[in-house]
Nanobody, 117 residues
Framework: QVRLVESGGGLVQAGESLRLSCVAS????????WAWYRQAPGKQRDLVAT???????NYAESVKDRFTISRDNAGNTVYLQMNSLKPEDTAVYYC???????????WGQGTQVTVSS
């Protein structure tokens, strides 16, 4: 129904920026909420940011004021602008599309972000 493909990860130094993209295909009208998660080695997958169909955003405390989630006008691409990156931001970042009403919960393949000190 919905397929997600992330891109934009890479290796940067502390203090630099990256922008991740998540392109959705298929029945994107089914998506209620988009989210970015991240998972560091040996740790659980944590929520980073969300944006609803109506444009309401929410952020984890650890990334507030540094990361920005946004969506393009066509509604099929979500971005995560990451500024002032820190080594502790190093993780695989996953895009998620969610709609509990229809039990939609789709994940992308992930993109690696590595921040060196």
């Amino acid at each position: 129904q919905v397929r997600l493909v992330e891109s934009g990860g890479g290796l940067v130094q502390a203090g630099e920026s990256l922008r991740l993209s998540c392109v959705a295909s298929g029945s994107i009208f089914l998506i209620n909420t988009w989210a970015w998660y991240r998972q560091a080695p040996g740790k659980q997958r944590d929520l980073v940011a969300t944006i609803t169909r109506g444009g309401v955003t929410n952020y984890a405390e650890s990334v507030k004021d540094r990361f920005t989630i946004s969506r393009d006008n066509a509604g099929n691409t979500v971005y995560l602008q990451m500024n002032s990156l820190k080594p502790e931001d190093t993780a695989v970042y996953y895009c998620n599309a969610y709609n509990p009403t229809i039990r939609l919960n789709v994940w992308g393949q992930g993109t690696q972000v590595t921040v060196s000190s």
